[in-house]
């Protein structure tokens, strides 16, 4: 369906954070979720116009409904029929908690749910409830079940930082397990709770990389990171090593921006969640509007405007780097991404604050 998408037209993945409100509260929350909702979110009518918004982008836009936990709206089964009625590919991200019985996962799958993602970040519950600071696995795999016997199809999304990265190995026991069709591995960017953790070095990422192709080319699930785009690069320069058996795409990626929208529970339109540096409300100018037309989105779409080694890198158009890191750290979202470890051959100006040594010299590049 989307072959031959444009990413300065339509994001590949329109995220809307339908509240933030949640009964958990994990230590790496973006969204610094709280138990009440908040007074000025999408009103039910205001939510549908951004879902005809959504439609505008053109036949089967891709919908995530996102927190918080989107289960905390009365009216959420409402919202999926309508947007599901628009043509809209509606997908969404609950909470681990008792609220998401198998009676609520049906409910969601009859009004149009084409997808469910659940958050798993161990492979037991003693590691999985130890990072998130909540008891939510038994929860997140009895809704992974009730997904399955309802037939809706599960993703599994994996935070990687320091305290999981070594359990890798056995989460993805658990996505076979699961009967998952897509792990998404997603690279700790510092924002909201998620400032109070470790993310793992350059040089770790590098071989979860190279490793998370290893999966994909073994499992018969798909295999996606989120915040860490230099997989596109790794897979290819795999290819070009004759490590891989086929070419690897050459493609552009999604990035913030680039293939990728947010719109808040108050309507503001980021380029990622991860990215809180608005571009406009959807109250005063619609969603399509920003995405295409906005300073800050038309920016994150011109690798050759990044600065650093991002800039320079030849991997720039398919990778770009993660520009919601590179504003956590910098401030700045055209800047390097830190967690990338890869040195342009060639390039001699500044590398970030991760890849230098003590003594200010260069990391290694990861050929």
């Known amino acids: 369906m989307f072959d031959d998408l444009d990413t300065d037209r339509r994001p590949l993945v329109l995220v809307w954070e339908v509240t933030q409100a949640c009964g958990l509260a994990c230590r790496h929350c973006r969204a ?3 138990p009440q909702r908040h007074p000025d979110e999408l009103t039910t009518a205001e939510g549908k116009r951004l ?6 982008f053109g036949d089967g836009q891709l919908v995530v409904l996102s927190g918080g936990d989107p289960l905390a709206r009365d009216d959420l089964t409402e919202l999926v029929a309508h947007g599901d009625d628009l043509g809209l590919r509606m997908t969404i991200t609950p909470s681990g908690t008792r609220s998401l019985t198998p009676e609520r996962v049906s409910d969601l799958g009859d009004a149009g749910i084409a997808r469910m993602a659940l958050s798993l970040d161990g492979s037991t519950r003693e590691r999985h409830d130890a990072f998130r600071g909540e008891e939510s696995f038994a929860d997140t795999v009895a809704a992974a079940r009730a997904a399955r016997d309802s037939g809706i199809p599960l993703q599994i999304n994996t935070t990687v930082c320091a305290d999981t990265v070594e359990d890798l190995p056995a989460i993805r ?6 009967g998952a069709v897509l792990w998404s591995v997603f690279f700790l960017v510092p924002v909201g709770r998620g400032r109070v953790l470790d993310p793992v070095s350059p040089e770790r990422a590098e071989a979860a990389m190279a490793w998370l192709h290893e999966v994909s080319e073994e499992e018969r699930f798909g295999v996606k990171t989120t915040e860490a785009p230099f997989y596109r690069r790794v897979g290819i320069q795999r290819a070009e090593a004759g490590s891989a058996d086929a070419e690897a795409d050459r493609r552009g990626g999604v990035t913030a921006g680039r293939g990728f929208g947010f719109v808040g529970h108050t309507g503001e339109v980021y380029p990622s969640g991860f990215l809180p540096e608005s571009a406009g409300n959807v109250r005063e100018r619609s969603a399509v509007d920003v995405y ?14 990044f600065s650093g080694k991002c800039g320079a890198c030849e991997f720039r158009h398919v990778c770009g780097g993660s520009r919601s890191r590179a504003y956590a750290v910098t401030g700045d979202p055209t800047d390097s991404d830190p967690l990338c470890p890869y040195v342009p051959d060639g390039y001699d100006g500044p590398l970030p604050e991760r890849q230098r040594g003590a003594d200010g010299g260069r990391s290694e590049s990861a050929d």
């Open 292 to 305: 295409r037309n906005a300073d800050l989105f038309e920016s994150l779409r011109d690798p050759d405007g």
């Open 32 to 34: 610094n979720a709280r």
């Open 173 to 178: 026991d658990r996505v076979r397990d699961l």
């Open 51 to 56: 879902l005809a918004d959504a439609a505008a």
